[in-house]
């Protein structure tokens, strides 16, 4: 937990304050941020039925997500949906095509620690289904549902499960379905 860290990086004391939420402090001056990440998650789309990949790596292994990933240094979040869907799917975008559809936010806890995210959640429509590469490091595999082979509680992120359950409402109410 974020509340374990007790030494202080700038002068080694043992003083460390976490604020509960988002800051860590010390008697020296140091202030230490937690900030939110941001992270995108694509909807590939082709019809009535969305690309999942079954996570590899923990957290959530063996569960089904979205093709996405943390935004870098210097990126945007478009460049970041062009990024990870070459680096987990081997899949080359035009990211002038990607929708942005809405942002959630979402704990992802790693290694112990809980980073608040803010998930960015883009839609890429094709015309044709296709297979795909997976980076087995990242993903064990890469499928196709349709909406009605879709389990919420087989969705890996709690955001995600929210994005899906309004997305596939939305599609619905504009006869996308």
């Not at 990440?37 to 079954?54: D, I, M, P, Y």
């Not at 890429?124 to 595999?141: C, D, G, M, W």
Request: hydrophobic share 35%.
């Amino acid at each position: 937990m974020t509340e374990e860290l007790k030494f202080c990086p700038k002068c080694g004391a043992e003083q460390l304050q976490w604020d509960g939420e988002k800051k860590w402090s010390c008697s020296c001056g140091l202030v230490l941020f937690h900030n939110v990440a941001g992270a995108v998650a694509v909807v590939v789309r082709c019809g009535s039925e969305f690309l999942f990949t079954r996570r590899n790596q923990e957290p959530k292994k063996g569960k089904i997500d979205l093709a996405g990933g943390f935004v870098d240094p210097n990126e945007s979040a478009e460049f970041t949906c062009k990024r990870e869907l070459f680096e987990e799917l081997q899949l080359e975008i035009d990211d002038t095509k990607l929708k942005y559809l809405t942002s959630l936010p979402n704990l992802y806890h790693y290694k112990g620690i809980d980073y608040q995210t803010l998930d960015l959640f883009y839609e890429y429509a094709v015309e044709n289904k296709f297979t795909v590469e997976p980076e087995l490091s990242e993903i064990s595999e890469a499928i196709w549902l349709e909406k009605h082979k879709i389990i919420m509680d087989d969705i890996a992120f709690d955001s995600q499960k929210k994005f899906f359950e309004d997305y596939l409402k939305s599609l619905s109410i504009n006869g996308l379905y």
